[in-house]
């Protein structure tokens, strides 16, 4: 089977930066997909890992590391706009899995 | 560019009330296309996905049914809904063999 573990809740200060984990367990690894989803919205994506690394998005970044088989959302300069909860998806030869998401509270 | 609809945004239904609900993506062909259920502060739940007209793959047995009539079009049906059918229904889009999916608006769902 597969399965994703991410933290279920982060708290952060407004301009700090903060860093979601996802370990995964799964065959058929393609690759690791990142979305977002403010309260009562439709989930966005943010970012696919394919390889290994890091992708940088503006204030967003995603990082894989396919041996670890794990990855992580980095958000910098927080924003109170930020506060939403955020979902990692493994890729497989199959429809996405998703993590049950980390709800990400900043404050003030 | 690509869009997708779903419709409607909200909606309340008796138990034992038939269901259905509509998916249309447009920009794009030959899209991938899935419909997902997320209880409220909970995950996704992939429902059903399809890769083609009329080819429909059902990751969760259940009182739900989707069909696929055209390339661009994808139903959600139900006979008879059931207190925990209760949800938001979300659609969505990927092309083949990428990592991305695009989700609709969404569908709240109250059976009462």
């Known amino acids: 089977g597969q399965s994703l573990e991410q933290p279920s809740e982060v708290t952060a200060v407004e301009g700090a930066i903060v860093q979601i984990n996802c370990t995964y367990q799964t065959s058929g690894f393609y690759g690791l997909s990142w979305y977002q989803q403010h309260d009562g919205g439709a989930p966005t994506f943010l970012s696919y890992?394919?390889?290994?690394g890091l992708e940088e998005t503006g204030r967003f970044s995603s990082f894989l590391s396919r041996s670890d088989s794990y990855g992580y959302l980095l958000l910098q300069e927080l924003q109170m706009k930020d506060s939403a909860s955020y979902f990692c998806?493994?890729?497989?030869?199959?429809?996405?899995?998703f993590g049950k998401g980390t709800r990400l509270s900043v404050i003030a | 560019s690509q869009t997708i609809h779903q419709w409607p945004a909200t909606l309340v239904q008796p138990v034992g009330s038939p269901l259905s609900l509509e998916c249309t993506v447009e920009?794009?062909?030959?899209?991938?296309l899935y419909w997902y259920r997320q209880a409220a502060g909970r995950g996704l739940q992939l429902l059903f996905y399809s890769v083609g007209i009329g080819q429909i793959s059902s990751e969760v047995p259940q009182n739900l049914s989707a069909s696929r009539p055209q390339d661009r079009q994808f139903i959600l049906s139900s006979k008879k809904l059931l207190l925990s059918d209760s949800g938001f229904y979300l659609c969505a889009w990927s092309g083949v063999g990428v990592g991305e999916q695009f989700f609709g608006p969404g569908t709240r769902l109250t059976v009462l």
């Open positions: 920009g794009t062909s030959n899209p991938n």
């Open positions: 890992n394919a390889l290994d």
């Open positions: 998806a493994v890729r497989r030869n199959t429809p996405l899995v």
